[in-house]
């Protein structure tokens, strides 16, 4: 498993080989709250790059879940979609969203590693 990598909208992805795993990062959850929903994206669906691939509810707000990487999913996690308060209990690894085979691994480089995320989230404010 390679390095964690973190987008500007919260999401966290762990490259192995051409598959992709996908969540949504701590800061998320905190700034959302308690998570009462989740809308994973179907199997075998492309996505692009910063492109809308699910929506997360909580008790403030609904948020859409973007990827960071273009690619086709080939796994949801359904335990997130059963039980959407395990996103709060463990949202960088077991509360993972879905998986997907990448189609351009040089998407990776624009995204940031832990110490640019958590200076990015303490500067944003978001």
């Known amino acids: 498993m390679s390095e964690v990598r973190y987008s500007k909208k919260h999401e966290w992805i762990k490259l192995d080989g051409d598959i992709a795993v996908i969540g949504i990062t701590q800061?998320?959850?905190?700034?959302?709250?308690?998570?009462?929903?989740?809308?994973?994206?179907?199997?075998g669906s492309s996505v692009v790059k910063d492109g809308n691939a699910g929506v997360v509810e909580s008790t403030k707000a609904a948020s859409d879940i973007y990827t960071p990487v273009s690619g086709e999913i080939i796994e949801n996690n359904q335990s997130i979609v059963d039980d959407p308060a395990k996103v709060n209990n463990d949202p960088e690894n077991?509360?993972?969203?879905?998986?997907?085979k990448?189609?351009?691994?040089?998407?990776?480089d624009s995204l940031m590693n832990k110490e640019e995320y958590e200076k990015f989230s303490k500067e944003s404010g978001s």
């Not at 077991?94 to 997907?100: D, G, I, N, R, S």
């Not at 990448?102 to 990776?108: G, N, V, Y």
């Open 27 to 43: 800061h998320a959850t905190e700034m959302l709250g308690d998570i009462v929903f989740v809308e994973l994206p179907e199997i």
């Open 102 to 108: 990448i189609t351009d691994k040089s998407e990776m």
């Open 94 to 100: 077991e509360a993972w969203f879905f998986k997907l």
